[in-house]
């Protein structure tokens, strides 16, 4: 573990892992669908919540760690989620599309651009800003589940890769 370049307040840390993740890195692809999976790399990486982790075939890099226990709360989930992937390859098709991060104009196009400060930002690009780096949430965006903005859930859905289904299983 050492302080995060990026936010000196928080931790990066790097475990290494005997053996190789680099077979179920498809299965998680299908499962994780806000993941970019570089199959060339091999290399798999997504955010959770503002932690950024990537995965190469035998070690495990986080950054944006809040502490000890977040490392090993992290670690711990990863865990599940490798042998969730591992238990259930026969029902899970394997997914070898390389995704990448949409940019954050992209997504500052789909929001509704009424500036209204409902989400705690100052305006739809700064919250644009923060969804892209994983400081926001979607769920934060009250006029596309609200009003008649309605109509744009699905194209930040998409954009943002999360499944709706997925999407409220998080938000309850």
């Not at 992209?106 to 919250?127: H, Q, S």
């Not at 949430?137 to 109509?151: H, M, R, T, Y």
């Amino acid at each position: 573990m050492q302080p995060c370049i990026a936010d000196q307040s928080k931790l990066r840390a790097v475990a290494r892992i005997s053996g190789s993740l680099t077979d179920l890195f498809p299965y998680m692809n299908t499962v994780r669908k806000d993941a970019f999976y570089n199959k060339n790399g091999p290399t798999f990486t997504f955010m959770e919540q503002y932690r950024m982790i990537t995965l190469d075939p035998s070690r495990i890099a986080m950054a944006k760690l809040d502490d000890i226990v977040d490392v090993w709360r992290v670690l711990e989930s990863l865990r599940i989620l490798f042998n969730r992937c591992r238990l259930d390859r026969a029902s899970i098709e394997p997914s070898y599309e390389s995704r990448k991060k949409p940019a954050a104009l992209e997504i500052y196009f789909r929001l509704p651009r009424t500036n209204c400060g409902r989400c705690g930002e100052k305006a739809c690009m700064a919250f644009a800003l923060k969804l892209w780096s994983g400081l926001q949430s979607l769920a934060n965006c009250k006029p596309i589940f609200e009003d008649e903005q309605v109509g744009l859930k699905d194209a930040l859905f998409e954009i943002c890769a999360i499944p709706a289904v997925i999407f409220s299983l998080h938000t309850g």
